[in-house]
């Protein structure tokens, strides 16, 4: 493993409202070499919220990583992709998507708009899990996620 | 068919033992395709601006002589033609503020260099896996 | 010598002057304030002492004290007490004064001498933080100037380890026996001289970064570690075992987990018997402190290394016995201390070893204010 130890889990919020997907996500996750805590949102108000940590979401871990579905009720992900880009406090977090949509267009517009990755969900169970796998394998083994902007300032001084 | 092969990668890295360490791991890796090397900054941002030269990826260190890595990333996500190409930044360093600066920035993931080549092929293999087997990429331009 | 009598009565007032005039030996000037907001508008007026009743028109008990230091931290205090308050003027100690002299009870000599004792003292306090500002910069530089070393000798350790692997895998059978010799010794060096970098590189880092406190569940710790190490224990038959509660401590996981974790693993490393056995176990609590003990059946220390081996990279052993960079207790003895705590040894030859570890227990307040262990 390339990645030094956090020495706490690595905290996940995934944006995703169909329980099936979230169900198949976690036990992925569970299964993961990392410990990580996964923790999801059924759509983008409430994962703003999450990221805010506003109301019942007051005892929210930051997230190091998120994974965000498209398609998504109420606020569309394009958009919650969008904000959480453009918001100082957050923008640094790699944002993965991770979604039905195959088309180029999304692709492209959601690197446009500063996505860290575009992963496409099979709909095959053992591939979706291979997937998941593999997003583990690398954002939680092989990467170095950033750390929560008080923390690195107070390391620069 | 493993689209790694395939794949142009643009390697940004002025430390010639990890070139030759980087291309032998490619090799090994089975990334058969091109694999462009720039030396220092500038020569970084004239060869991303060459249009005959269409990368898909961008392994870049951060800390490069005449301009500096993080320059390099700002520019290409400035620029017109490569605001979406994935770059992962590739440093020694593991310092909180590189790697901060390094996502603010625009760049796609952060890793720390390997010091043993068998962590460095173990890393490629995961890295080359997501990204050209399972993360879909913009198309080069 | 300048001193700045607080005091608001007029016939105290006096009568001290004139027994500070009558005992001292060298010239005495001594100016009057009755009441505080008076005595801290003339403070900077180059004064050596302060004679301060806490007893004043516009200000009471300990806050008369503190507006005072607060006004001039560089002026030695002497607080002047009714006999009725020496509660308060032993919390006045505590807050900074130098001494207290209660009034009736002294005359010209002691009062000459407490107030020369007070100056000399005050000063001594000073130059001791001075000392100690200079000694943590000092050490603050060291730590960084060898966490930057550490980090730039990755890069030439790498080009090391890959190129010789690259000949191992190349050139191999191009070699004879003496050459495959040398390129497995050199193989063997660089990743000996990476475990070394990435300790100096642990070792420097644990003083960068300051502990982030919280309540350590230290069974949970031990029991991580054997869980983690589970393969190991097998292979070796080795039996750890964590004998009755474990307090939890005020610490920094991380931290907790470098004593531990070296400590264990020394104790089944540095053991020749047919089962190696560790245990962990509580040895005291007192004062706010817990004693842990790590115990091993394992091969002991002689008393003149025992010493020695706290610091970094020192081996006892040959390399073939016993392999490792010698890092281990330097980490896990660091890592105590920057927790306040300490770590130490009891040991003899063939009899085992007991470390002994000593950190904050954890009240539930995780007040810091305590004296090191």
Same mark, same amino acid.
């Given at each position: ?35 990580? %805590? ?32 498209? %398609? ?86 | ?141 | ?30 100016? #009057? ?54 509660? #308060? ?285």
């Amino acid at each position: 493993m390339v990645r030094e130890q956090l020495g706490r889990p690595v905290e996940i919020l995934l944006i995703e409202d169909n329980p099936g997907d979230v169900r198949l996500t976690r036990e992925a996750f569970i299964d993961g070499k990392v410990w990580n %805590n996964l923790h999801n949102v059924p759509d983008g108000v409430e994962a703003l919220a999450f990221l805010d940590r506003r109301g019942e979401y007051a005892g929210a871990p930051r997230p190091d990583l998120i994974l965000l579905d498209l %398609n998504l009720p109420k606020r569309d992900g394009r958009e919650i992709l969008a904000d959480i880009k453009a918001d100082g406090r957050f923008a640094a977090i790699p944002v993965v998507v991770l979604t039905t949509s195959r088309t180029e267009e999304d692709v492209l517009r959601s690197y446009g708009l500063h996505a860290n990755c575009y992963v496409v969900k099979p709909i095959d169970l053992d591939q979706f899990i291979k997937v998941v796998k593999s997003i583990e394998s690398f954002w939680l083994c092989i990467v170095q996620l950033p750390p929560a902007m008080e923390s690195a300032a107070g390391r620069a001084a | 068919m493993n689209r790694f092969r395939r794949a142009t990668i643009f390697l940004a890295e002025d430390n010639p033992d990890d070139i030759e360490i980087a291309r032998r791991a490619f090799k090994r890796a089975g990334l058969g395709s091109e694999l462009i090397v720039a030396r220092d900054g500038e020569e970084a941002l004239r060869l991303l601006a060459d249009e005959r030269l269409r990368p898909d990826f961008v392994l870049l260190d951060i800390k490069l002589p005449k301009i500096d890595g993080f320059e390099v990333l700002a520019q290409i996500r400035a620029s017109e033609r490569h605001a979406a190409l994935p770059v992962v930044v590739m440093s020694a360093s593991s310092r909180e503020e590189d790697v901060l600066r390094s996502y603010q920035l625009g760049g796609n993931s952060y890793v720390q260099k390997p010091v043993v080549f068998q962590e460095f092929m173990e890393a490629l293999e995961i890295m080359g896996s997501y990204w050209f087997k399972v993360a879909r990429l913009p198309r080069s331009r | 010598m300048r001193v700045m009598l607080v005091e608001d009565s007029s016939g105290d007032a006096r009568l001290i002057e004139e027994m500070l005039r009558e005992a001292q030996v060298a010239p005495v000037e001594v100016e #009057q304030a009755n009441c505080l907001a008076g005595a801290l508008e003339r403070l900077g007026d180059g004064f050596d002492v302060v004679l301060l009743d806490l007893g004043l028109p516009d200000s009471q008990g300990l806050e008369t004290l503190l507006r005072t230091r607060e006004q001039a931290p560089h002026l030695p205090i002497v607080v002047l007490t009714g006999f009725d308050d020496q509660e #308060q003027a032993l919390q006045a100690l505590q807050l900074g004064a130098q001494d207290y002299l209660i009034k009736g009870e002294f005359a010209g000599a002691p009062l000459s001498r407490t107030i020369r004792y007070a100056i000399e003292r005050h000063q001594t306090e000073g130059m001791l933080r001075q000392t100690l500002a200079e000694l943590e910069s000092r050490t603050a530089e060291m730590e960084t100037f060898t966490y930057s070393v550490s980090h730039d000798l990755k890069e030439p350790l790498r080009g090391l380890e890959a190129f010789s692997r690259f000949l191992v895998e190349d050139y191999a059978d191009v070699l004879d026996d003496q050459g495959r010799d040398y390129l497995n010794r050199i193989a063997k060096a660089s990743a000996r001289l990476k475990d070394m970098i990435e300790e100096l590189l642990t070792l420097a880092r644990l003083g960068r970064r300051p502990p982030q406190l919280e309540r350590v569940n230290i069974r949970r710790v031990v029991e991580d570690f054997l869980a983690a190490n589970e393969m190991r224990l097998k292979e070796s038959n080795a039996e750890a075992l964590i004998e009755g509660a474990l307090p939890d401590v005020l610490a920094d996981l991380t931290r907790v987990e470098q004593v531990f974790g070296n400590l264990i693993g020394n104790g089944l490393k540095f053991n020749k018997s047919a089962r190696p056995s560790v245990q962990v176990g509580l040895a005291d609590v007192t004062g706010g402190w817990v004693t842990f003990f790590v115990r091993d059946n394992g091969i002991g220390i002689a008393p003149e290394y025992q010493e020695r081996i706290f610091g970094i990279f020192q081996r006892l052993h040959i390399r073939e016995e016993y392999e490792g960079t010698g890092a281990g207790l330097a980490i896990a003895k660091r890592a105590a201390e920057a927790l306040g705590g300490r770590v130490w040894l009891e040991s003899e030859p063939g009899a085992g070893s007991t470390f002994y570890v000593c950190l904050p227990l954890w009240e539930g307040s995780g007040r810091i204010s305590r004296k090191r262990a």
